[in-house]
């Protein structure tokens, strides 16, 4: 991809983010996109085959990977893998909740905001969490098993940022630390002390 059109792609990307948070995504067509991002509907169509659809998967993709990058350059610092779990999970959680326009479409549309984050969208997050993170974790765990252990984190986090607990707050150290200790850590054990 060329510069340009790069720098094409993110104006129509950052168009469509701001055009769902006026109008959500069922009311906000392809002439409001286009329009916002001072492009044509050709070159919207041309970017991305299959219109808007095809544009919101780009869209959702590239929020993932912004959203990893964030968690990944506040993560340094880390012992052993207890510590940078802990960093992980807090860093996720505390992103999903400052996270503004996440929090505008979950009032305005909350059925497709909330199947992006769990039935429909979770595979997708897997995808992203894995090439982001399971490197941080092969460090001290197998290939396999940072995998593994990654999935979870991923599906914890979302699950206790759409259902708080009164018991569990990722955001707090050392109640991440606890759960952690607890529910997660004993499972990855005998991994740990064969790495």
Same mark, same amino acid.
């Given at each position: 991809?060329?510069?340009?059109?790069?720098?094409?792609?993110?104006? +129509?990307?950052?168009?469509?983010?701001?055009?769902?948070?006026?109008?959500?995504?069922?009311?906000?067509?392809?002439?409001?996109?286009?329009?916002?991002?001072?492009?044509?509907?050709?070159? *919207?169509?041309?970017?991305?085959?299959?219109?808007?659809? +095809?544009?919101?998967?780009?869209?959702?993709?590239?929020? *993932?990977?912004?959203?990893? $990058?964030?968690?990944?350059?506040?993560?340094?610092?880390?012992?052993? *893998?207890?510590?940078?779990?802990?960093?992980?999970?807090?860093?996720?959680?505390?992103?999903?909740?400052?996270?503004?326009?996440?929090?505008?479409?979950?009032?305005?549309?909350?059925?497709?905001?909330?199947?992006?984050?769990? !039935?429909?969208?979770?595979?997708?997050?897997?995808?992203?969490? $894995?090439?982001? *993170? !399971?490197?941080? +974790?092969?460090?001290?765990?197998?290939?396999?098993?940072?995998?593994?252990?990654?999935?979870?984190?991923?599906?914890? +986090?979302?699950?206790?940022?759409?259902?708080?607990?009164?018991?569990?707050?990722?955001?707090?150290?050392?109640?991440?630390?606890?759960?952690?200790?607890?529910? !997660?850590?004993?499972?990855?054990?005998?991994?740990?002390?064969?790495?």
């Amino acid at each position: 991809m060329t510069p340009v059109t790069r720098d094409v792609e993110t104006r +129509v990307l950052d168009a469509a983010k701001l055009c769902t948070a006026k109008w959500g995504i069922a009311k906000v067509t392809i002439d409001d996109i286009a329009g916002e991002a001072g492009v044509s509907r050709a070159t *919207l169509y041309r970017m991305f085959p299959g219109g808007k659809d +095809v544009m919101f998967d780009a869209l959702r993709v590239r929020e *993932l990977e912004d959203f990893f $990058t964030r968690v990944g350059t506040h993560v340094d610092g880390h012992d052993d *893998l207890e510590s940078l779990l802990i960093r992980i999970v807090g860093v996720a959680t505390r992103e999903l909740r400052d996270d503004q326009h996440l929090s505008l479409m979950l009032a305005s549309e909350p059925g497709d905001t909330l199947s992006q984050l769990t !039935v429909e969208g979770l595979p997708r997050i897997m995808r992203v969490a $894995t090439v982001f *993170l !399971v490197p941080m +974790v092969d460090h001290y765990l197998p290939r396999r098993e940072s995998i593994r252990l990654v999935e979870l984190l991923a599906r914890l +986090v979302i699950s206790y940022f759409l259902a708080p607990s009164e018991h569990v707050d990722f955001a707090d150290a050392d109640s991440a630390r606890e759960f952690l200790r607890i529910f !997660v850590l004993p499972a990855f054990h005998d991994s740990l002390t064969r790495s």
